[in-house]
């Protein structure tokens, strides 16, 4: 008889004990608790001094911007200029290939100028990257079709020589002068080379 109701109350402080362990968080279930919080990884933009390397070409030589490939020279730079001239706007180095030759100075080389002196005076303009155009539009890289669309019938090819190896010469000729395109390959015509050089003149080719 005086137990009964010390049992009654035991059995309700399990029963409110055992509540308060099972309670559910308000709201919805299913949304994560700050403990649970959920972190996932977005991609984030390169900082400005990360941007990714895309491969393009070098940005151009303040002076050498607008220039266009003629048959003349590179822009400002000309067939006949003296080494002393060059050396004044900053143009050309020493050669790190071969020994006391001068050809163009770092920043054009990476640009994919180099230059042929002979008697301090420069004769051939060689072209290897598609940074600068000639003035039909025509540049490192097209295909044999745009380039004989770009010059129609004044793209002229022959075959020569140079140094015991026949090549093809797809030229264009300006007084004496001429714009010279190398292909790549016999089986590949695209454009490898742009150079600009005396007609009369043996290529230059090695120190």
Same mark, same amino acid.
């Given at each position: ?54 491969? @393009?070409?070098? $940005? ?5 911007? =607008? +220039?266009?490939?003629? &048959?003349? !020279? ?60 000639? @003035?039909?539009? $025509? ?5 044999? =079709? +745009?380039?004989?669309? &770009?010059? !129609? ?55």
């Amino acid at each position: 008889m005086f137990r009964f109701p010390l049992a009654v109350g035991s059995l309700a402080a399990v029963v409110l004990l055992a509540a308060c362990g099972t309670q559910a968080p308000a709201g919805n279930p299913s949304t994560p608790t700050p403990s649970e919080t959920i972190v996932t990884s977005t991609p984030t933009e390169p900082a400005p001094d990360e941007t990714p390397d895309t491969g @393009d070409t070098p $940005a151009v030589d303040d002076e050498l911007t =607008d +220039s266009t490939i003629s &048959a003349q !020279g590179l822009g400002p730079i000309r067939l006949g200029m003296s080494l002393s001239e060059a050396q004044a706007h900053g143009w050309v180095a020493e050669s790190k290939v071969c020994e006391n030759t001068w050809d163009a100075d770092d920043e054009l080389l990476e640009q994919g100028a180099s230059f042929k002196f002979h008697d301090d005076r420069l004769q051939e303009i060689w072209v290897g990257k598609p940074t600068w155009a000639t @003035d039909a539009g $025509a540049r490192v890289g097209d295909s044999a =079709d +745009s380039l004989a669309e &770009a010059y !129609g019938s004044d793209l002229r090819t022959e075959n020569r020589n140079s140094n015991g190896r026949d090549y093809e010469a797809r030229y264009v000729a300006d007084d004496g002068e001429e714009i010279l395109f190398l292909g790549r390959s016999p089986e590949d015509r695209s454009v490898a080379t742009i150079i600009v050089r005396h007609s009369d003149a043996p290529l230059i080719e090695g120190c």
